[in-house]
């Protein structure tokens, strides 16, 4: 029988009702599936599927190293770590992005991992870049770098399980009507193959749901809300369409951004990344 983890949504009334949302692995091995619009949200990956994407983000995020897993760019105020670089905040010193780390480890111990005490710190241990630079081959974070190595698909898990969590919160971050329509009826659309699902697990891990007010530069966000409204049914099929669509959004972006954080040397990379999608997994 195929292991469901079930995550029951109550919604607010007045807005769609998303019941019973799940993560299903299909062990036939079928293609990914999910729920067309007005069915409860669902995602259904084969075993291999989940392996495959799994690994597709680790190399996207990690570059596929196990040294990847533990990272803190330079330019930013926190440590990003695991397959998904999830954002790990200082303590006291909280910033503008979504916090992710606490939230998966938190998943990963109910799966019936046991984290290695220092991922279970009220805030990260390390305070600055070049102290979490320094601590790289401490016995801490090496512990750490291997919990994470070995716990790449219940990762996978949770990065899915947020993205089945994401439409419900896009739409209520939506006032028109139309464009929560056209949000919804995009979503599905990408939804429907296996190079579209992997679009949609790795960007909502990559760049967030796009609902927050301070993810945005000049009132204009990059989130996977964004692309799904910037979404042009010119630009091909709806991996394509996406691609091209994450493309132009993370371009303005960084035409948006202010100017001494030089995001513009990380847009081909980000390039690169979109234009995976159109190649699938």
């Not at 007005?38 to 690994?55: E, F, K, N, T, V």
């Not at 597709?56 to 990690?62: P, R």
Request: net charge positive.
């Amino acid at each position: 029988m195929p292991r469901i983890i079930l995550v029951c949504l109550i919604a607010v009334v007045g807005l769609a009702v998303w019941s019973c949302t799940s993560v299903e692995t299909n062990a036939s091995g079928n293609s990914p599936q999910a729920a067309t619009a007005g069915s409860p949200a669902r995602i259904s990956l084969s075993d291999a599927d989940r392996a495959a994407i799994g690994q597709k983000i680790w190399q996207n995020e990690c570059a596929g190293k196990v040294e990847g897993l533990t990272s803190w760019n330079q330019g930013e105020d926190f440590p990003s770590l695991g397959i998904g670089h999830f954002i790990w905040y200082v303590k006291g010193r909280p910033g503008p992005f979504d916090e992710s780390f606490p939230t998966m480890i938190r998943h990963l111990q109910a799966r019936g991992h046991q984290p290695p005490a220092v991922a279970l710190s009220d805030g990260s241990p390390w305070t600055t870049r070049s102290g979490f630079l320094a601590a790289q081959q401490s016995p801490q974070m090496k512990e750490l770098r291997q919990f994470l190595a070995k716990t790449v698909s219940d990762q996978t898990g949770f990065i899915i399980i947020r993205l089945e969590k994401s439409l419900s919160k896009m739409k209520a971050a939506t006032a028109n009507p139309a464009d929560q329509q056209r949000l919804e009826k995009n979503f599905y659309h990408v939804a429907n193959s296996r190079a579209g699902m992997y679009a949609l697990i790795d960007y909502v891990n990559f760049k967030g749901e796009g609902t927050k007010a301070t993810e945005r530069y000049k009132g204009q966000g990059w989130g996977l809300r964004d692309v799904l409204l910037d979404m042009q049914a010119s630009d091909g099929a709806a991996n394509y369409q996406f691609a091209e669509a994450a493309k132009r959004t993370l371009t303005r972006r960084v035409k948006n951004s202010p100017p001494e954080r030089n995001e513009a040397r990380w847009l081909k990379g980000w390039s690169n990344r979109c234009d995976s999608y159109k190649k699938g997994i």
